[in-house]
Structure formats: C-alpha cells, structure tokens
C-alpha cells in the first residue's frame, strides 16, 4: 500500500536552512502530485507548496521566495528546502498525495507520520 | 495565516450530532471544491470528504458535508468517542493560487 515517510534534522539554527526528505513507496511518484504541509504547534495546517516529477511546481506565495521542493524519482523522494528559518518556521512538516492539480478537488488522499522540525539556537 | 474560518471547538454527547462551519470567500469555497479532514490526537491529518460532498472508501456515512455559497459544512452524526479529534477544511484559493486551510475544530464528545 501507500507509503510516505518524512525526515529531517530534527532541531535547527535561525537563519539556516531546513531541508526535509519525503519517502514514498507502494506507487511511482511519477503517477501524482505531491505536496508539503506544515502545522505549527497547537495551530492549524498551513500550505507550502506542490511538485509533480514531471516538472510542474507551485509555490505558497507567503513561502515562495524561501522554498524549494524537488523530486527525485531514482530514489521515490520528495525535498522540501526551507532556507532562512526563523521560530515562526518551528512545526510538523507533512508531505501529502494529490491526484490533480490545480483545484485539488479530491483533497490529499495519503499523508506522511509527519516530522518535526524546531527551529532554536 | 488560515484564510477558511472555523469554530475553535463544538461538542455533544454520544449519540447526538455535530456541526462545523467553514467560512470563507467567493476565491476559495464560493467557486472552488471543499475537502475535510480528521486529524486525530498526535496523528496527522486524514481524508474524510472530498469535492464538497464525497466521502473516500472506508469512511462512515456518519460524516457527511455540504457546501452553500461561501461557507461549507461538516455533521457528525451519532457521534462516538473516537471521532474526538481535530477537523480542517481547505480549498483551492483561486486569487492567492495556493491551497488554503481552515483554522480547524476540535470536537469533544461529553
């Protein structure tokens, strides 16, 4: 079945970059869209942005100018890069499926455990 | 940053049934598709409606939705313990061409 499976440093410095890997398995990325969602503690879900290995992106216009997602289709994993993190970047990072984009009218049909990512120094 | 209002909290006793709003504006629920989610204590979220109104295989007809203008709606009916959870709406934002969530709702059963 369906598998996705995030990870990442756990713990990092304002101003860095997080960096995040999304594992998928039981599909071929190459079949959907993927998409990262974050959800800060005790808050709700915020959108980041969406991939298609073939080449379509889209990007949260609050997030655009600090965000990258990348797919690697060699090693079935999605990429998030988060660069110049401040506490307000400190949330459970999820990757999610989608099968159309861009209305997303079936919703995200299979959802990572999640990993969390705090940002301190 | 949640652009989809929602109550913060609802509740009832087992048994009964429970309502949740999701407000929003013509750019995201008025022209687009609503979809729900059940997010359970420490879990991530889950698919419980999709295209307004549609349920995925394995969920129960307990859970049904609508969608009226701008707002749409979630109704738990004979709710159980296990539905406590958190629930988010979200939809596709034509004007900030991006998905948008809802402020979510925790629904505790008395």
């Known amino acids: 079945q369906v598998h996705l499976q995030e990870s990442g440093p756990g713990l990092v410095k304002p101003s860095e970059t997080l960096s995040l890997t999304c594992f998928v398995s039981?599909?071929?990325?190459?079949?959907?869209?993927w998409s990262w969602i974050r959800q800060p503690p005790g808050k709700g879900l915020e959108y980041i942005g969406y991939?298609?290995?073939?080449?379509?992106?889209l990007y949260s216009p609050s997030l655009k100018s600090r965000v990258t997602i990348a797919a690697d289709t060699s090693r079935s994993q999605l990429s998030l890069t988060l660069r110049s993190v401040t506490d307000t970047d400190t949330a459970v990072y999820y990757c999610a499926r989608h099968e159309e984009v861009p209305f997303i009218r079936r919703g995200f049909d299979y959802w990572g455990q999640g990993s969390l990512a705090t940002v301190s120094s | 940053q949640s652009v989809l209002t929602q109550p913060p909290s609802v509740s009832a006793a087992p048994g009964q049934k429970v309502t949740i709003s999701c407000s929003g504006s013509r750019s995201n629920v008025g022209i687009n598709y609503v979809s729900w989610f059940q997010q359970l204590p420490g879990t991530a979220p889950k698919l419980l409606i999709h295209d307004n109104t549609a349920r995925p295989s394995g969920i129960p007809d307990r859970f049904s939705a609508s969608k009226s203008g701008t707002s749409a709606t979630l109704d738990i009916s004979g709710l159980q313990t296990g539905d406590e959870a958190d629930y988010h709406c979200?939809?596709?934002?034509?004007?900030?061409?991006?998905?948008?969530f809802g402020t979510g709702t925790t629904v505790t059963v008395l």
């Open positions: 991939i298609h290995p073939r080449g379509n992106s």
């Open positions: 979200g939809a596709w934002d034509t004007n900030l061409d991006s998905y948008v």
């Open positions: 039981g599909v071929s990325i190459s079949d959907y869209f």
